[in-house]
């Protein structure tokens, strides 16, 4: 049965007919190749190599002539799961003119179905995957029966928008049967992976107008706290740049610390008062530092201490984390601030 349905090989000396050409045409010319390879192994009985064939040319080329020979061959290796599937694939696709290899695939297929269970899964709605125990076979409405081996199965079905559903067989074999699978519609909050029931907006109060305007001042004051720091920074840098250039100049001039004591000499005045003018500069700086630090600490403070949780439709959520606030000095050569950090 296996080499009784094959095709007119291109190029034959004997003239084809129509059907014998499109056939051969439909195949790629390695499927062909596979396919002859399959049909000389089969010849022989080496059934083992003229599956690998076969199923190597179905990869390629899905044409029903193939399903045919590897359905047989399936049957002679004792698969007989996968004989009733090609050979029922061959059925459906094969013309009603190939009257003698139906009658021989028919008998190959009735074998195999003495092995195995045949169920007609009917699934609505249509267009849902249908699986069996837990591999995809394909969507409803299938093109041919679920067959399985003998033992315990699970045929389910699953589509967007439904809850999953599953039918337990229990598979005997050469027993028909039919499983139904009704699909139910998801519950809203579960279609399209989460819809949940809005939450009506909380009106603004007086409280909240007022935490708002803190938090908005206190980040407002904070900033130009740390801006002026900032800029007092850079000009005591300044002053102390001038302050060294005018002791440089002194010392060029053999003038040393203490032919300034009385401020006599040309140009000790203006170092002392360039000196004197760092100090303040970087001083403000640090104050300016420090008050804008504790100023965005303590509006950081407040915001996390009057934070509410938002309401939701958990009627008893999780309580927050406490808050936590980090202050670190940071202190260097012309650097002076706070670094300040926080958490919800």
């Given at each position: 049965?296996?080499?009784?349905?094959?095709?007119?090989?291109?190029?034959?000396?004997?003239?084809?007919?129509?059907?014998?050409?499109?056939?051969?045409?439909?195949?790629?010319?390695?499927?062909?190749?596979?396919?002859?390879?399959?049909?000389?192994?089969?010849?022989?009985?080496?059934?083992?190599?003229?599956?690998?064939?076969?199923?190597?040319?179905?990869?390629?080329?899905?044409?029903?002539?193939?399903?045919?020979?590897?359905?047989?061959?399936?049957?002679?290796?004792?698969?007989?799961?996968?004989?009733?599937?090609?050979?029922?694939?061959?059925?459906?696709?094969?013309?009603?003119?190939?009257?003698?290899?139906?009658?021989?695939?028919?008998?190959?297929?009735?074998?195999?179905?003495?092995?195995?269970?045949?169920?007609?899964?009917?699934?609505?709605?249509?267009?849902?995957?249908?699986?069996?125990?837990?591999?995809?076979?394909?969507?409803?409405?299938?093109?041919?029966?679920?067959?399985?081996?003998?033992?315990?199965?699970?045929?389910?079905?699953?589509?967007?928008?439904?809850?999953?559903?599953?039918?337990?067989?229990?598979?005997?074999?050469?027993?028909?049967?039919?499983?139904?699978?009704?699909?139910?519609?998801?519950?809203?909050?579960?279609?399209?992976?989460?819809?949940?029931?809005?939450?009506?907006?909380?009106?603004?109060?007086?409280?909240?107008?007022?935490?708002?305007?803190?938090?908005?001042?206190?980040?407002?004051?904070?900033?130009?706290?740390?801006?002026?720091?900032?800029?007092?920074?850079?000009?005591?840098?300044?002053?102390?740049s001038d302050a060294e250039d005018k002791r440089q100049a002194l010392l060029d001039k053999r003038y040393t610390d203490s032919s300034c004591r009385g401020m006599t000499r040309p140009g000790c005045k203006d170092l002392r008062d360039t000196v004197y003018a760092r100090v303040d500069l970087s001083n403000a700086a640090f104050w300016s530092f420090v008050a804008g630090g504790a100023i965005g600490a303590g509006t950081l403070v407040y915001g996390l201490v009057t934070?509410?949780?938002?309401?939701?439709?958990?009627?008893?959520?999780?309580?927050?984390?406490?808050?936590?606030?980090?202050?670190?000095?940071?202190?260097?050569?012309?650097?002076?601030?706070?670094?300040?950090?926080?958490?919800?």
């Amino acid at each position: 049965m296996a080499v009784a349905l094959t095709a007119q090989v291109a190029g034959a000396q004997q003239p084809s007919t129509a059907a014998a050409a499109g056939e051969t045409d439909a195949l790629t010319d390695k499927a062909r190749q596979l396919y002859e390879e399959g049909r000389q192994a089969a010849a022989a009985g080496k059934w083992a190599d003229a599956h690998a064939s076969f199923l190597a040319a179905w990869a390629i080329k899905p044409h029903y002539q193939i399903a045919s020979n590897l359905g047989v061959a399936c049957l002679k290796l004792g698969k007989y799961r996968d004989a009733a599937e090609y050979l029922s694939r061959y059925l459906r696709e094969a013309p009603a003119t190939k009257v003698n290899e139906r009658q021989n695939a028919e008998a190959s297929l009735k074998e195999a179905l003495a092995k195995v269970a045949s169920v007609t899964v009917q699934v609505t709605p249509a267009g849902a995957e249908v699986t069996v125990d837990g591999a995809v076979v394909g969507k409803a409405p299938l093109a041919d029966r679920v067959f399985l081996d003998p033992g315990k199965h699970e045929i389910g079905a699953k589509l967007e928008g439904y809850t999953p559903a599953t039918h337990p067989v229990a598979a005997v074999a050469g027993r028909a049967e039919t499983v139904t699978v009704q699909l139910e519609r998801a519950p809203a909050a579960q279609i399209g992976g989460g819809v949940h029931t809005p939450i009506p907006p909380r009106l603004e109060t007086p409280r909240d107008k007022v935490r708002t305007a803190v938090l908005v001042g206190g980040g407002i004051a904070a900033g130009v706290g740390v801006a002026a720091g900032v800029v007092l920074t850079v000009m005591a840098n300044g002053r102390a740049s001038d302050a060294e250039d005018k002791r440089q100049a002194l010392l060029d001039k053999r003038y040393t610390d203490s032919s300034c004591r009385g401020m006599t000499r040309p140009g000790c005045k203006d170092l002392r008062d360039t000196v004197y003018a760092r100090v303040d500069l970087s001083n403000a700086a640090f104050w300016s530092f420090v008050a804008g630090g504790a100023i965005g600490a303590g509006t950081l403070v407040y915001g996390l201490v009057t934070t509410k949780p938002v309401e939701g439709p958990d009627p008893n959520p999780p309580p927050p984390p406490p808050p936590s606030v980090r202050i670190v000095p940071l202190l260097g050569p012309g650097v002076a601030g706070l670094s300040l950090s926080g958490k919800l």
